[in-house]
Protein backbone atom coordinates (compact mmCIF):
# COMPACT_ATOMS: atom_id res chain seq x y z
CA UNK A 1 0.00 0.00 0.00
CA UNK A 2 1.24 3.31 -1.30
CA UNK A 3 0.81 6.00 1.75
CA UNK A 4 2.79 9.13 0.98
CA UNK A 5 1.34 12.16 -0.10
CA UNK A 6 1.28 13.04 -3.68
CA UNK A 7 3.91 15.67 -3.01
CA UNK A 8 6.42 13.36 -1.26
CA UNK A 9 6.47 10.64 -4.06
CA UNK A 10 9.67 11.33 -6.53
CA UNK A 11 8.42 10.61 -9.87
CA UNK A 12 8.68 12.13 -13.59
CA UNK A 13 5.37 12.17 -14.97
CA UNK A 14 1.71 11.70 -13.28
CA UNK A 15 -0.82 9.92 -15.89
CA UNK A 16 -4.60 10.17 -15.04
CA UNK A 17 -6.75 8.21 -16.73
CA UNK A 18 -10.28 8.40 -17.95
CA UNK A 19 -10.75 4.81 -15.77
CA UNK A 20 -9.98 6.85 -12.41
CA UNK A 21 -6.38 4.35 -12.76
CA UNK A 22 -3.08 6.04 -11.78
CA UNK A 23 0.30 5.77 -13.00
CA UNK A 24 3.40 7.09 -12.08
CA UNK A 25 6.75 7.16 -14.37
CA UNK A 26 10.10 6.90 -13.97
CA UNK A 27 10.38 6.78 -10.54
CA UNK A 28 13.89 6.01 -8.93
CA UNK A 29 14.24 2.29 -7.65
CA UNK A 30 11.74 0.99 -10.09
CA UNK A 31 12.81 -1.03 -12.97
CA UNK A 32 9.73 -0.35 -15.13
CA UNK A 33 9.39 3.16 -16.77
CA UNK A 34 5.23 3.05 -16.12
CA UNK A 35 3.86 1.79 -12.48
CA UNK A 36 0.98 1.00 -11.33
CA UNK A 37 0.75 1.15 -7.12
CA UNK A 38 -1.68 0.49 -4.79
CA UNK A 39 -2.76 3.71 -3.20
CA UNK A 40 -4.70 4.44 0.09
CA UNK A 41 -7.97 6.07 -0.16
CA UNK A 42 -6.99 9.18 1.12
CA UNK A 43 -4.30 9.92 -1.47
CA UNK A 44 -6.68 8.19 -4.13
CA UNK A 45 -9.23 10.74 -2.83
CA UNK A 46 -6.28 13.52 -3.10
CA UNK A 47 -5.59 12.49 -6.65
CA UNK A 48 -9.49 12.79 -7.82
CA UNK A 49 -9.54 15.97 -6.23
CA UNK A 50 -7.19 17.01 -8.69
CA UNK A 51 -8.53 15.52 -11.27
CA UNK A 52 -11.74 17.37 -10.93
CA UNK A 53 -9.53 20.54 -10.49
CA UNK A 54 -7.78 20.25 -14.06
CA UNK A 55 -11.49 19.46 -15.77
CA UNK A 56 -12.37 23.06 -14.73
CA UNK A 57 -9.06 24.62 -16.90
CA UNK A 58 -9.33 26.00 -20.11
CA UNK A 59 -7.30 24.38 -23.05
CA UNK A 60 -5.49 21.26 -23.73
CA UNK A 61 -2.21 22.43 -22.46
CA UNK A 62 -1.40 24.39 -18.72
CA UNK A 63 0.36 25.34 -16.21
CA UNK A 64 -1.18 24.27 -12.65
CA UNK A 65 0.13 24.07 -9.35
CA UNK A 66 -1.09 21.24 -6.82
CA UNK A 67 0.38 21.02 -3.04
CA UNK A 68 2.49 23.46 -4.13
CA UNK A 69 3.68 20.70 -6.62
CA UNK A 70 4.13 22.53 -10.44
CA UNK A 71 2.96 20.67 -13.47
CA UNK A 72 2.72 21.36 -17.12
CA UNK A 73 -0.29 19.33 -18.28
CA UNK A 74 -1.61 17.92 -20.90
CA UNK A 75 -5.59 17.24 -21.54
CA UNK A 76 -5.17 14.11 -23.90
CA UNK A 77 -8.90 12.77 -25.54
CA UNK A 78 -9.26 9.72 -26.91
CA UNK A 79 -12.02 7.85 -28.49
CA UNK A 80 -12.78 5.89 -24.92
CA UNK A 81 -12.26 9.33 -22.42
CA UNK A 82 -10.36 12.41 -21.02
CA UNK A 83 -6.71 11.62 -20.10
CA UNK A 84 -4.35 14.30 -18.40
CA UNK A 85 -0.17 13.97 -18.40
CA UNK A 86 1.28 15.69 -15.71
CA UNK A 87 4.96 16.37 -16.04
CA UNK A 88 6.88 17.25 -12.92
CA UNK A 89 9.32 19.35 -13.58
CA UNK A 90 12.71 19.29 -10.84
CA UNK A 91 11.73 21.91 -8.39
CA UNK A 92 13.02 23.40 -6.25
CA UNK A 93 15.17 24.49 -9.38
CA UNK A 94 18.61 22.04 -8.91
CA UNK A 95 21.92 23.83 -9.28
CA UNK A 96 23.45 23.43 -12.62
CA UNK A 97 26.69 21.87 -11.72
CA UNK A 98 24.35 19.27 -9.93
CA UNK A 99 22.24 18.26 -13.44
CA UNK A 100 24.96 15.42 -14.68
CA UNK A 101 26.98 17.81 -17.07
CA UNK A 102 31.11 17.14 -16.95
CA UNK A 103 32.72 20.04 -15.57
CA UNK A 104 34.18 21.51 -19.00
CA UNK A 105 30.80 22.03 -19.92
CA UNK A 106 29.74 23.72 -17.06
CA UNK A 107 32.82 25.70 -17.10
CA UNK A 108 31.67 26.90 -20.59
CA UNK A 109 28.01 27.18 -20.27
CA UNK A 110 28.88 29.73 -17.26
CA UNK A 111 31.27 31.87 -19.73
CA UNK A 112 28.01 33.06 -21.51
CA UNK A 113 27.17 34.99 -18.88
CA UNK A 114 28.91 38.07 -20.86
CA UNK A 115 28.03 37.37 -24.00
CA UNK A 116 24.54 37.89 -26.07
CA UNK A 117 23.49 35.52 -28.65
CA UNK A 118 21.04 32.42 -28.65
CA UNK A 119 21.65 29.49 -26.33
CA UNK A 120 19.39 26.21 -27.97
CA UNK A 121 18.95 23.52 -25.90
CA UNK A 122 17.63 20.51 -27.62
CA UNK A 123 16.06 16.68 -26.74
CA UNK A 124 13.27 14.43 -27.13
CA UNK A 125 10.49 14.98 -25.23
CA UNK A 126 11.13 14.11 -21.49
CA UNK A 127 14.98 14.73 -22.16
CA UNK A 128 15.22 17.32 -19.07
CA UNK A 129 15.49 20.05 -21.76
CA UNK A 130 13.58 22.86 -19.70
CA UNK A 131 15.14 21.24 -16.28
CA UNK A 132 18.62 22.59 -17.42
CA UNK A 133 17.29 25.61 -19.22
CA UNK A 134 15.57 26.88 -15.74
CA UNK A 135 18.55 25.60 -14.19
CA UNK A 136 21.48 27.30 -16.02
CA UNK A 137 19.37 31.05 -16.04
CA UNK A 138 18.81 30.55 -12.40
CA UNK A 139 22.72 30.31 -11.93
CA UNK A 140 23.05 33.26 -14.28
CA UNK A 141 20.99 35.73 -12.24
CA UNK A 142 21.82 34.87 -9.05
CA UNK A 143 25.64 35.19 -9.87
CA UNK A 144 25.35 38.09 -12.53
CA UNK A 145 22.22 39.95 -11.44
CA UNK A 146 20.14 42.00 -13.85
CA UNK A 147 16.87 41.76 -15.30
CA UNK A 148 15.60 38.38 -17.06
CA UNK A 149 11.73 38.11 -18.83
CA UNK A 150 10.89 34.81 -19.43
CA UNK A 151 7.83 34.40 -22.09
CA UNK A 152 6.49 31.29 -22.13
CA UNK A 153 3.62 28.93 -23.22
CA UNK A 154 2.60 27.95 -20.92
CA UNK A 155 4.91 28.94 -18.04
CA UNK A 156 6.66 25.10 -16.34
CA UNK A 157 8.15 26.44 -13.19
CA UNK A 158 7.23 29.45 -10.87
CA UNK A 159 10.29 31.56 -10.72
CA UNK A 160 9.13 35.35 -11.09
CA UNK A 161 10.55 36.64 -7.88
CA UNK A 162 14.12 38.42 -6.88
CA UNK A 163 17.34 36.78 -6.90
CA UNK A 164 21.08 37.27 -5.21
CA UNK A 165 21.84 37.74 -1.51
CA UNK A 166 21.56 41.89 -2.39
CA UNK A 167 18.40 41.47 -4.51
CA UNK A 168 20.29 42.46 -7.41
CA UNK A 169 18.28 40.29 -9.63
CA UNK A 170 15.09 40.08 -10.95
CA UNK A 171 13.21 37.79 -12.76
CA UNK A 172 9.60 38.53 -14.72
CA UNK A 173 7.34 35.53 -16.28
CA UNK A 174 5.12 36.16 -18.48
CA UNK A 175 2.10 33.81 -20.05
CA UNK A 176 2.73 34.24 -23.73
CA UNK A 177 -0.62 33.53 -24.56
CA UNK A 178 -2.23 35.57 -21.89
CA UNK A 179 0.24 38.49 -23.21
CA UNK A 180 -1.46 38.14 -27.17
CA UNK A 181 1.41 36.13 -28.83
CA UNK A 182 5.45 35.89 -28.74
CA UNK A 183 5.97 38.73 -31.39
CA UNK A 184 3.45 41.37 -28.57
CA UNK A 185 5.39 39.66 -24.99
CA UNK A 186 8.57 40.52 -26.82
CA UNK A 187 7.69 43.95 -27.65
CA UNK A 188 6.53 44.45 -24.05
CA UNK A 189 9.71 42.37 -22.60
CA UNK A 190 11.73 44.97 -24.38
CA UNK A 191 10.97 48.06 -22.76
CA UNK A 192 12.60 46.39 -19.44
CA UNK A 193 15.92 46.19 -21.13
CA UNK A 194 16.52 42.36 -20.17
CA UNK A 195 20.28 41.11 -20.20
CA UNK A 196 18.52 37.81 -20.05
CA UNK A 197 15.80 36.31 -22.17
CA UNK A 198 14.19 32.89 -21.73
CA UNK A 199 11.59 31.71 -24.10
CA UNK A 200 9.39 28.34 -24.03
CA UNK A 201 9.97 25.48 -26.67
CA UNK A 202 10.11 26.70 -30.28
CA UNK A 203 7.23 25.26 -32.01
CA UNK A 204 6.35 28.25 -34.14
CA UNK A 205 7.91 30.40 -36.66
CA UNK A 206 6.78 33.59 -35.06
CA UNK A 207 8.50 31.97 -31.24
CA UNK A 208 11.74 31.39 -33.43
CA UNK A 209 11.69 34.69 -35.19
CA UNK A 210 11.37 36.49 -32.03
CA UNK A 211 14.13 34.34 -30.42
CA UNK A 212 16.83 35.12 -33.17
CA UNK A 213 15.76 38.90 -33.07
CA UNK A 214 16.11 39.43 -29.99
CA UNK A 215 19.60 37.33 -29.70
CA UNK A 216 21.44 39.59 -32.77
CA UNK A 217 19.94 42.63 -30.57
CA UNK A 218 22.67 42.10 -28.01
CA UNK A 219 20.41 39.83 -25.06
CA UNK A 220 21.11 36.38 -24.34
CA UNK A 221 18.30 34.08 -24.93
CA UNK A 222 17.68 30.19 -23.85
CA UNK A 223 15.22 28.23 -24.96
CA UNK A 224 14.49 24.91 -26.23
CA UNK A 225 13.51 22.70 -29.11
CA UNK A 226 12.52 18.99 -30.45
CA UNK A 227 15.58 17.74 -32.11
CA UNK A 228 17.65 14.23 -32.14
CA UNK A 229 21.17 15.84 -32.47
CA UNK A 230 22.50 19.31 -32.37
CA UNK A 231 22.61 19.41 -36.47
CA UNK A 232 18.66 17.98 -36.14
CA UNK A 233 18.34 21.21 -33.65
CA UNK A 234 19.82 23.66 -35.85
CA UNK A 235 18.18 22.41 -38.98
CA UNK A 236 14.98 22.85 -36.89
CA UNK A 237 15.16 25.91 -36.50
CA UNK A 238 15.96 26.68 -39.62
CA UNK A 239 13.14 25.49 -41.07
CA UNK A 240 10.43 26.90 -38.29
CA UNK A 241 12.42 30.63 -38.54
CA UNK A 242 12.08 30.16 -42.45
CA UNK A 243 8.27 29.24 -42.69
CA UNK A 244 8.12 33.15 -41.05
CA UNK A 245 10.66 34.90 -42.80
CA UNK A 246 10.00 32.73 -46.63
CA UNK A 247 13.43 32.71 -47.25
CA UNK A 248 15.63 29.54 -45.99
CA UNK A 249 18.95 32.07 -46.48
CA UNK A 250 18.02 34.43 -44.80
CA UNK A 251 16.79 32.36 -41.88
CA UNK A 252 20.21 30.85 -42.11
CA UNK A 253 22.25 34.22 -41.99
CA UNK A 254 20.32 35.21 -39.20
CA UNK A 255 20.76 32.09 -37.18
CA UNK A 256 24.32 31.62 -37.89
CA UNK A 257 24.95 35.02 -36.45
CA UNK A 258 22.62 34.48 -33.08
CA UNK A 259 23.99 31.45 -32.00
CA UNK A 260 26.38 31.24 -29.17
CA UNK A 261 25.80 27.47 -28.03
CA UNK A 262 23.59 24.41 -29.32
CA UNK A 263 22.71 21.63 -26.80
CA UNK A 264 21.71 18.39 -27.61
CA UNK A 265 20.75 15.87 -24.54
CA UNK A 266 19.08 12.99 -23.24
CA UNK A 267 18.54 11.08 -19.79
CA UNK A 268 19.93 7.57 -20.06
CA UNK A 269 18.11 4.79 -18.14
CA UNK A 270 19.92 2.07 -16.04
CA UNK A 271 17.69 -0.65 -16.79
CA UNK A 272 18.70 -2.23 -13.10
CA UNK A 273 18.12 0.59 -11.00
CA UNK A 274 16.14 2.83 -13.02
CA UNK A 275 18.08 5.75 -12.67
CA UNK A 276 18.72 8.31 -15.49
CA UNK A 277 21.83 10.55 -15.94
CA UNK A 278 22.34 12.75 -18.52
CA UNK A 279 24.26 12.21 -21.94
CA UNK A 280 24.94 15.83 -23.58
CA UNK A 281 27.00 16.81 -26.06
CA UNK A 282 27.79 20.34 -26.38
CA UNK A 283 28.85 23.14 -29.43
CA UNK A 284 29.88 26.63 -28.11
CA UNK A 285 30.30 29.00 -31.13
CA UNK A 286 32.59 32.13 -31.55
CA UNK A 287 31.72 35.19 -33.59
CA UNK A 288 34.97 34.38 -35.89
CA UNK A 289 34.01 30.62 -36.31
CA UNK A 290 33.92 28.84 -38.84
CA UNK A 291 30.81 27.44 -37.68
CA UNK A 292 29.22 29.98 -38.39
CA UNK A 293 29.97 30.18 -42.42
CA UNK A 294 28.79 26.39 -42.24
CA UNK A 295 25.14 27.37 -40.87
CA UNK A 296 25.32 30.31 -43.17
CA UNK A 297 26.05 27.99 -46.14
CA UNK A 298 23.20 25.32 -45.09
CA UNK A 299 26.35 23.01 -44.62
CA UNK A 300 25.12 21.76 -41.40
CA UNK A 301 26.35 18.05 -41.60
CA UNK A 302 30.15 19.53 -41.72
CA UNK A 303 29.41 20.48 -38.13
CA UNK A 304 29.85 16.84 -36.66
CA UNK A 305 33.90 17.67 -36.90
CA UNK A 306 33.62 20.90 -34.84
CA UNK A 307 31.28 18.58 -32.49
CA UNK A 308 33.70 15.73 -32.06
CA UNK A 309 36.65 18.08 -31.16
CA UNK A 310 34.96 20.18 -28.90
CA UNK A 311 33.47 17.26 -26.89
CA UNK A 312 36.45 15.01 -27.02
CA UNK A 313 39.64 18.03 -27.08
CA UNK A 314 37.51 20.69 -25.04
CA UNK A 315 36.66 24.12 -26.00
CA UNK A 316 38.07 27.40 -25.05
CA UNK A 317 35.28 30.28 -24.60
CA UNK A 318 37.87 32.91 -23.98
CA UNK A 319 38.96 32.48 -27.83
CA UNK A 320 36.54 35.24 -29.53
Known amino acids: MFDKDLKDISFSDLILTHEDRVF ?23 IRELKNQLATMAGNEFFFIWDNVPFRVTRIITVKGENYFLRRPMYPIAKFENLGYE ?6 FMSL ?8 FSGATGSGKSTSMYSLMTELVEKNGDIVISI ?11 YGETGHGLWYQV ?32 AANEAVRAAVNGHLVLTTIHGGSIQGAVLALQQIAAAGLRSQELARSIIADGLVAVIHQKLVRNKQTGERKMDANTLFINSDDGIKSKIRNGKIELLSTDIFNQNNQGYNPRRE
Do not use: H
Open 24 to 46: FRYVPGCINPVVEFDINNGLMTS
Open 103 to 108: KRQVRD
Open 113 to 120: SDKSGLVL
Open 152 to 162: EDPPEIPVDSV
Open 175 to 206: DATKAGGYEKAMISAMRYNPKFIMMGEIRSAE
